[in-house]
């Protein structure tokens, strides 16, 4: 089943916010095994100017992984997760994650199309603090691979 | 110029507690039942740890953990990880492509796993050291 290209430009409303917690930085940075203290020690944190412990760059992806799902789960979109391996991802920040923001994600269909009997979709999720400041946009383009 | 290459050994257990910090608990990333029927080799890495040890040597190589102001990646090959103790061992290399007139160092990396390359145009753009 091929992506309705239609969707493409479609803005989704902002998610629920997300509480970004300082232990749920230093579980994720001990998970990949960034062992630098700004992101588990605050006073480290703020040496580098930031006011609690910074996340690693791909920190990002709970929040925004979990906002997606509004466009995964759109039935009128047509995309069977079971099919859906992951493509491309990108991160451009205007300044690091840290511990205590609230953030809040838009998520835009930027690209759908079909290939060789796959579908691919680019979406990008513009991530702020719930005050409207930028924080972090986010692509990612997932591919959903055509039946055999 | 061409930075250091980052070493990083993955195991079962690195993919188990990726999953728990994540959130993504889709079963490719644990069971071989689940992985192997859907047509993998095995159970493989997600691509998002891949990028997050590829983050890790990027910042490692800035020297700063808050240095990234730009990150992407392609995944074109999976990482599998075999449920033993050695695990596999993905290689994270790079060379510095130019430095911009706003202090922003520009790096091209390259990420392998068992000799092939498991990402394409990755490419991160961070501060340069202070």
Same mark, same amino acid.
Not at chain 1, 35 to 54: E, M, Y
Not at chain 1, 116 to 133: I, K, M, N, Y
Not at chain 2, 48 to 59: E, I, Q
Not at chain 2, 73 to 87: C, I, L
């Given at each position: 089943m091929s992506l309705d290209p239609s969707f493409v430009g479609r803005t989704y409303p902002p998610t629920a916010p997300y509480q970004v917690g300082r232990e749920k930085i230093r579980e994720f940075a001990a998970a990949i095994g960034a062992?630098?203290?700004? =992101?588990?020690?605050?006073? *480290?944190?703020?040496?580098?100017?930031?006011?609690?412990?910074?996340a690693p760059p791909t920190?990002?992806?709970?929040?925004?992984? *979990?906002? /997606?799902? %509004?466009?995964?789960?759109?039935? *009128?979109?047509?995309?069977?997760?079971?099919?859906?391996? =992951?493509?491309? %991802?990108?991160?451009?920040?205007?300044?690091p994650v840290v511990a205590g923001d609230e953030l809040v994600c838009v998520n835009t269909i930027e690209e759908v199309t079909t290939r060789?009997?796959?579908?691919?979709?680019?979406?990008?999720?513009?991530?702020?603090?719930? *005050?409207?400041?930028?924080?972090?946009?986010?692509? /990612?383009k997932i591919v959903v691979r055509g039946e055999a | 110029m061409e930075l250091p290459t980052q070493t990083y050994r993955v195991t079962r257990a690195d993919l188990v507690r990726y999953a728990g910090a994540s959130g993504d608990f889709n079963p490719i990333h644990w069971s071989d039942r689940t992985a192997t029927k859907v047509g993998l080799p095995g159970v493989i890495a997600h691509g998002?740890?891949?990028?997050?040890?590829?983050?890790?040597?990027?910042?490692t190589w800035a020297g700063a953990p808050d240095a990234v102001v730009d990150?992407?990646?392609?995944?074109?090959?999976?990482?599998?990880?075999?449920?033993?103790?050695?695990?596999?061992?993905?290689e994270v290399a790079a060379v510095v492509k130019e430095v911009t007139e706003d202090g922003l160092t520009r790096l091209d990396i390259t990420a392998t796993c068992l000799g092939e390359?498991?990402?394409?145009?990755?490419?991160?753009?961070?501060?340069?050291?202070?």
């Open positions: 062992t630098d203290p700004a =992101h588990h020690d605050p006073a *480290a944190a703020r040496a580098l100017g930031h006011p609690d412990v910074v920190f990002p992806v709970i929040v925004t992984m *979990a906002a /997606s799902q %509004q466009i995964v789960d759109d039935p *009128a979109l047509g995309v069977d997760y079971s099919r859906v391996v =992951h493509g491309d %991802q990108r991160f451009a920040y205007t300044r060789g009997g796959h579908g691919f979709l680019t979406t990008r999720t513009d991530v702020s603090t719930v *005050a409207g400041e930028p924080v972090v946009a986010v692509w /990612s | 998002m740890f891949t990028m997050a040890l590829v983050g890790r040597a990027v910042t990150f992407n990646v392609r995944f074109t090959r999976p990482v599998v990880v075999p449920d033993t103790d050695e695990g596999t061992e993905v390359k498991v990402l394409s145009q990755a490419r991160a753009l961070v501060r340069t050291p202070r």
